[in-house]
């Protein structure tokens, strides 16, 4: 158990689908991250937010839509994806941003079609 | 934003071998942490590390924080120890690595 919980764990949809991410952490913590991992490619953060307010959006697309209705449920909302997008998506948490260590949740394996 | 160099790129090893791996970063940081990636993806935490010597079992870390440099010691490795190593070093969040991808044979 590590503390941060993301479902579903595989997702494959269609281009034309809309679905969700969702991460739940059960640490007390007050930020939350979304990460994107691809083949071959490092980890880039896409989202960051501190206590239920967005204070990164990283030139990421607008067909990612990300919520985070409170401090422990943070989402990805995901519509017209391209294949490109495929990738694993990971979550985090930390008490605060900056200084603090952060821990990640299993992750979704997406793959669009 | 901050730079982060990880070396070696891949390292293969035998049973019972030691290595060290380092990370390179180009700015002053709050902090630095070591993961491991397990072959289901997960990010599992190794150490969190400003500065100096930890050591977790058969694994420790040294951070030179003055340098900028901060090394992960794999002692008597085993084949559960393979997998890819990330480095991520934290202004206002995590900066990774590209990681140091690690196969060790039985």
């Known amino acids: 158990e590590t503390g941060v919980t993301q479902t579903p764990r595989h997702l494959v949809m269609g281009m034309t689908n809309k679905k969700s991410l969702k991460c739940e952490q059960h640490l007390g913590h007050n930020a939350m991250y979304w990460y994107k991992q691809s083949a071959k490619k490092p980890l880039e953060l896409m989202f960051v937010?501190?206590?239920?307010?967005?204070?990164e959006n990283n030139s990421v697309p607008s067909r990612f839509s990300p919520e985070c209705p409170n401090s422990s449920h943070l989402f990805l909302h995901l519509h017209t994806l391209q294949p490109e997008d495929s990738a694993l998506y990971l979550c985090?948490?930390?008490?605060?941003?900056?200084?603090?260590?952060?821990?990640f949740g299993q992750g979704t394996r997406l793959t669009v079609v | 934003g901050i730079q982060v160099e990880q070396s070696p790129p891949d390292l293969i090893l035998q049973e019972g071998a030691n290595s060290t791996l380092r990370c390179n970063f180009s700015d002053s940081v709050n902090n630095l942490q070591w993961f491991h990636q397990n072959p289901w993806g997960q990010l599992i935490n190794l150490f969190y590390i400003p500065s100096g010597t930890k050591q977790n079992g058969r694994l420790s870390a040294t951070t030179v924080a003055t340098e900028r440099y901060s090394l992960l010691y794999i002692s008597s490795s085993q084949t559960t120890d393979s997998g890819v190593y990330f480095c991520?070093?934290?202004?206002?969040?995590?900066?990774f690595g590209a990681g140091t991808t690690v196969t060790v044979r039985a």
């Open positions: 985090a948490s930390s008490l605060l941003i900056g200084d603090t260590e952060a821990f």
């Open positions: 991520a070093v934290v202004d206002y969040k995590l900066s």
């Open positions: 937010y501190s206590l239920e307010e967005r204070v």
